[in-house]
């Protein structure tokens, strides 16, 4: 069963628009959020996350949506840069701090 | 946050061999974790890796198939024992740091390939 999902496998921007990647989930006890970016042969890097608690968070170009009713975050980046090609996970935490992840969402920000 | 070295960076390796990678942690922490991603797949947590004790398997895991050594609080190792190619994949060290936005921090992987 997946609790953590990601159900667009790829997505095209033209650079310079907005990117927006989404999450759904399906535990209601997960109160943690966190987005990754991951470039080929590297490892993860922590991008940005959000407390259940709240429904925004901005950091720079990113920001993540949560709608906790409709357990769905997304991630919003603008304006879309040729260096944020990259895969983006989503990941959520509960009480006992593992993570689970979804499976990924590859952004092609185009020139 | 926390800068994380693993060795090898790829290896590829036959059948019926086993693998053991290390993972190098700039700092202590408490919090130590091995991940494998398959090709076109999601990360999959293998197995905490305690200090001092036995490592915690997730389901789908044994220890006699990745048998996990964490001598102190900043190295662990991770083995894959009698390979076969299913578990060609990069493998990733990780190190939660306990700072509040329960952030966790990779290493730059190890890809396995097996023949």
């Known amino acids: 069963d997946q609790q953590v999902k990601q159900n667009s496998p790829s997505l095209s921007v033209q650079e310079g628009r907005i990117s927006i990647l989404n999450c759904d989930y399906t535990n209601s006890m997960f109160d943690y959020f966190l987005w990754y970016k991951k470039y080929p042969a590297e490892g993860p890097t922590f991008l940005i996350s959000?407390?259940?608690i709240k429904d925004k968070n901005e950091d720079g170009r990113f920001t993540v949506f949560l709608n906790k009713s409709a357990k769905h975050l997304s991630l919003h980046i603008v304006p879309s840069q040729p260096g944020d090609s990259a895969v983006y996970f989503c990941a959520a935490s509960g009480s006992n701090y593992q993570l689970i992840w979804g499976a990924g969402t590859k952004l092609i920000i185009k020139p | 946050s926390a800068v994380i070295s693993q060795k090898p960076s790829r290896d590829i390796c036959q059948r019926g061999t086993s693998l053991t990678i290390q993972c190098q942690v700039d700092?202590?922490?408490?919090?130590m974790f091995w991940y494998r991603q398959q090709p076109g797949q999601s990360l999959t947590l293998i197995a905490t890796?305690?200090?001092?004790?036995?490592?915690?398997?997730e389901s789908g895991f044994v220890i006699d198939k990745f048998p996990i050594s964490r001598p102190n609080l900043t190295f662990s190792t991770l083995t894959v024992s009698n390979m076969s190619p299913e578990d060609s994949s990069i493998y990733l060290c990780s190190v939660r740091t306990g700072g509040p936005n329960n952030e966790q921090f990779f290493g730059p992987g190890t890809r396995l390939t097996v023949l």
């Open positions: 959000i407390s259940s």
């Open positions: 890796a305690n200090q001092g004790s036995e490592a915690t398997y």
């Open positions: 700092s202590q922490v408490t919090m």
